[in-house]
């Protein structure tokens, strides 16, 4: 109970703004929280963990908001890398052979979801393949 | 004339055998792929973090424990929808006191880390049990970035303790 409230405003947070399949469970000494919710919902979450848990470096807390959970095949998908070229791989992994290049804010359009890190999308010139889903931003 | 049929036929076999493993090896996904497809699937479901698969000409065979049927149920289907899988041995234990928090297998865990640091190559990162401990250096800007990525490989925990945040 100790770290839930610890983690209150942050639980409090994730309650009002309508995190779906919320779910709020502690183990070990580690607080787990796990919901879907829009991109900008998990942005604000993870400011607030951060703020209530400098660098995360207690190391008590392992959240996983999923933004992308409602996105359908034929979406389309912003790039938004940092500041370089999205790779594009022959398969879901990082071990897979590069096929083709997104450049950042280019638009490309979903073919299916592999799981929630890897998803099949293609390019508006014929380019396809399986991107990491950290830099993909549905629009 | 004994011997000339025999070599014949010998030849005629071996002829066949390898047509045989080369349309094998040409027509089906090979098994490392399809251990990584299984993989892959397993560790996009929050429900089934649980189980642990091999892969052996096509028959997948899964281990691990699951709290309860329906989970069991629930990989078995998921895992024979995989292109490759021929068949599957489904050995997971149903332990009604599993963890109600679903931890992912090391094997899948360290290979979804190697993909989630790829990016911040100056940040090195072991797995053990379920423990993601991270060590080496990253600038305070992508901190958020990378941890964003690894809480969502279901790891029991991270340690980011001896990692420089500059």
New interface residues.
């Given amino acids: 109970m100790a770290l839930q409230e610890k983690y209150k405003e942050l639980i409090d947070t994730a309650t009002a703004q309508g995190v779906n399949n919320l779910n709020v469970?502690e183990?070990?000494g580690?607080l787990?929280i796990?919901g879907d919710a829009s991109g900008s919902v998990?942005q604000q979450l993870?400011d607030t963990y951060?703020r209530l848990d400098p660098?995360?470096?207690s190391?008590d807390l392992?959240?996983?908001i999923?933004s992308i959970a409602g996105v359908t095949e034929g979406s389309k998908l912003k790039v938004t890398t940092?500041s370089s070229n999205l790779n594009i791989r022959s398969?879901?992994?990082?071990d897979a052979d590069i096929v083709g290049k997104a450049a950042r804010h280019e638009v490309v359009t979903l073919v299916s979801?592999?799981?929630?890190?890897?998803w099949e999308i293609k390019t508006d010139d014929g380019e396809a393949g399986y991107s990491?889903t950290?830099y993909l931003t549905p629009l | 004339m004994k011997n000339l049929t025999m070599k014949t036929t010998a030849f005629l076999v071996a002829l066949a055998m390898m047509a045989a493993a080369f349309t094998g090896c040409k027509s089906e996904p090979k098994d490392d792929a399809v251990k990584a497809a299984v993989e892959t699937a397993l560790l996009g479901n929050p429900h089934i973090a649980g189980a642990s698969v091999v892969v052996e000409k096509g028959v997948a065979t899964l281990s691990g424990q699951v709290p309860d049927d329906a989970t069991k149920a629930d990989i078995d289907k998921t895992v024979a929808s995989i292109p490759g899988v021929k068949s599957v041995v489904n050995n997971i234990a149903v332990v009604a006191d599993t963890p109600s928090v679903a931890v992912a297998q090391t094997d899948m865990l360290t290979n979804a880390v190697k993909d989630a640091t790829k990016d911040f190559p100056t940040v090195t990162a072991t797995v053990n049990d379920g423990v993601i401990t991270l060590k080496g250096e990253i600038q305070k800007t992508n901190l958020q970035k990378l941890m964003m990525a690894l809480n969502a490989l279901k790891p029991k925990k991270i340690d980011n303790s001896q990692l420089v945040i500059k």
Avoid: F, H, L
């Fill in positions: 469970r183990q070990d580690i787990y796990d998990k993870w951060e660098n995360y470096s190391g392992v959240m996983n999923n940092n398969g879901p992994s990082t979801k592999a799981n929630d890190q890897w990491y950290q």
